[in-house]
């Protein structure tokens, strides 16, 4: 089975988020089940000299967008067993970041004729399946069945299209539709690309490929509904066959740590009084109001009030930072906020903690609490998206759990939640001792999500 991933994004070589993660350890857990699975993404100038020394150029040609001829070149590299190609045109891809600017719209489907150009002409790799993941490989599906549609090679691919996130849809002026995507007098394309007066990207990959899946079974339904559906829901409603639901997993260190020394040293460097029996709160995301920093906000004074020391990780929006910031410096003994992501400390705050904060309003899937759930940190998480599917609830009387979670958005239940978690903690000691051993036991592989991906790639080649 060959398998071409179509990415924004990839770790190691650039990443912003959760997708990146997710394109750079995938395609080589399938390789291990006898796949032949490659990725493709721009050729960013913020890619590291490391890698970008070792690419080869392999071939180049001219991309048509509208009355546009724009060069191309693909160039190659293998990696810890997997290649990857990279879409190189510094005018679009020699910035400092990654998505954000004006011409996205233009900037994402020269990458995605690109895409399709590269595989038609290709003489050495033919893919069953192009794996498109998010709005800025939505036109992949759109341009195969109508730009180029009689070509024989391409027609016998089949199209998969992951939704990883459906608020971010790359919604454009409809008036870039004739002039750069070439569509003029397509009038299905129309119907397919238009929403609201605009263009949509998403709504595009969602129609036109031949699969849609999302990372998390539970939020393949919630995105059936109004509240999660970001307005495609009526889209994903009319779809021929459900939105197949397969849970992302995580690479698995098997580290020989001390948590309790661990949880010495992050207390030391913060300034806390070392003590192993107050309970070390940590909370790693970004400062966006998805992650329910509004219920952090609410509950933080009276938390603070209790016996247990808080560690915030990360940056984001503006008066989410300075809201952190107030609470450290009027609960300086038991709270520190660090406004910036370091992987390291992240590590060993996931390590060291005893518990995890994840109140999100919505949550495709998540990688935090499968972090902290390997090194017995406990999650106490919002019932949404993939935090319902892998976070399991602790019962009181059969002492079963993996975590402690909440279903309302509604900063009273979170803050019960986490009275709960802190009884249990400081007056059940062997109730917390078996949810650690249980959350750490528990595993969320790639192998099963390949496994699944496997499958379904079968059943539509």
């Known amino acids: 089975m060959k398998v071409l991933f179509a990415a924004s994004e ?15 350890a995938l395609p080589s857990v399938l390789n291990k089940y006898g796949a032949d699975a490659r990725v493709i993404l721009p050729k960013y100038s913020t890619i590291p000299k490391e890698f970008t020394d070792r690419m080869k150029n392999i071939e180049f040609f001219e991309v048509e967008l509208g009355w546009r001829k724009l060069y191309c070149g693909i160039l190659e590299l293998e990696h810890e067993g997997v290649h990857y190609y990279f879409v190189d045109n510094e005018y679009f891809f020699k910035r400092p970041e990654l998505y954000g600017y004006d011409d996205d719209c233009e900037r994402f489907a020269f990458f ?44 016998a691919i089949k199209t998969v299209f992951t939704i990883h996130n459906i ?11 004739g002039d ?28 036109k490929a031949d699969r849609v899946t999302t990372v998390s079974p539970t939020y393949s339904k919630e995105i059936t509904n109004s509240y999660y559906g970001e307005g495609l829901e009526s889209v994903i409603a009319s779809l021929d066959q459900e939105v197949t639901g397969i849970l992302n997993g995580i690479n698995y260190k098997h580290v020989d740590f001390d948590k309790g020394k661990t949880k010495a040293q992050l207390q030391e460097k913060m300034g806390f009084e070392i003590r192993d029996d107050v309970p070390l709160i940590t909370m790693i995301s970004r400062l966006t109001a998805q992650k329910g920093l509004d219920l952090v906000a609410h509950v933080m004074d009276e938390l603070a009030m ?18 952190l910031k107030h609470f450290e410096s009027r609960y300086p003994k038991n709270v520190k906020s660090i406004l910036s992501f370091d992987e390291e400390l992240a590590e ?20 935090s609490q499968l972090l902290a759930m390997q090194y017995g940190t406990i999650p106490i998480a919002r019932e949404t998206g993939g935090l319902l599917d892998t976070v399991i609830p602790y019962n009181h009387y059969t002492g079963e759990g993996t975590g402690f979670s909440f279903s309302n958005i509604n900063a009273h239940e979170f803050l019960f939640t986490i009275k709960r978690a802190l009884d249990v903690y400081k007056n059940d000691k062997p109730a917390w001792r078996k949810l650690k051993r249980t959350a750490a036991a528990t595993e969320f592989s790639w192998n099963k999500s390949a496994e699944e991906y496997m499958r379904l790639y079968e059943s539509i080649t």
């Open 306 to 323: 209790e016996d247990v020391q808080m560690i915030f990780l990360g940056s984001g929006e503006a008066h989410y930072e300075n809201m």
């Open 112 to 155: 995605s004729k690109a895409i399709l150009k590269f595989v038609k002409g290709s003489k050495t790799y033919t893919p069953d399946v192009i794996h498109c993941n998010d709005w800025h490989t939505g036109l992949i599906p759109l341009f195969k069945r109508e730009i180029f549609g009689q070509n024989k090679k391409l027609e």
């Open 167 to 177: 608020k971010h849809q790359g919604i454009f002026n409809k008036y870039w539709f």
């Open 180 to 207: 750069l995507l070439g569509l003029y007098g397509i009038e299905k394309a129309w119907k397919t690309l238009e929403m609201n007066g605009s263009i949509n990207y998403m709504k595009a990959g969602i129609i």
């Open 10 to 24: 990839c770790a190691p070589f650039v990443k912003s988020g959760g997708l990146g993660d997710v394109i750079g």
């Open 348 to 367: 060993k705050l996931y390590m060291g903690a005893d518990i995890f904060l994840m109140p999100s309003y919505f949550e495709p899937c998540g990688i």
